[in-house]
Nanobody, 124 residues
């Protein structure tokens, strides 16, 4: 059983930066890890994915060049560095993991493990 515990997030002004962290524990069956977000009234959407085997990453177009997903294996921690934040980035952010590769950008429904979520609020 994999457990994901998130930290970070909060409120910032537009143009600011935040870093989200996700510490993983339990059985290491995490071929793919990623960050999702869900704004009020919207479906949960992928933000960034990382394939743990080869290190391949994927970013949704609105965050390309502003967000970075990376992992510290020694700390079993996944990070999402968010720069140049915009009001439209406001959402609840979740880390997720699954036991198979995700190069084909699977939907949120296929991820087996989820963090508890953390709120990111960007004011204009």
């Amino acid at each position: 059983q994999v457990q994901l515990v998130q930290s970070g997030g909060g409120s910032v002004q537009a143009g600011g930066s935040l870093t989200l962290s996700c510490v993983a524990s339990g059985y290491d069956n995490r071929a793919c890890m990623g960050w999702f977000r869900q704004a009020s009234g919207n479906e949960r959407e992928v933000v960034a994915l990382l394939e743990t085997g080869g290190g391949s990453t994927f970013y949704v177009d609105p965050v390309k060049g502003r967000f970075a997903i990376f992992r510290d294996n020694a700390k079993s921690t996944l990070y999402l560095q968010m720069n140049s934040l915009k009001p439209e980035d406001t959402a609840m952010y979740y880390c997720a993991a699954m036991g198979s590769r995700c190069y084909w950008i699977p939907p949120a429904s296929l991820y087996s493990y989820w963090g508890q979520g953390t709120q990111v609020t960007v004011s204009s």
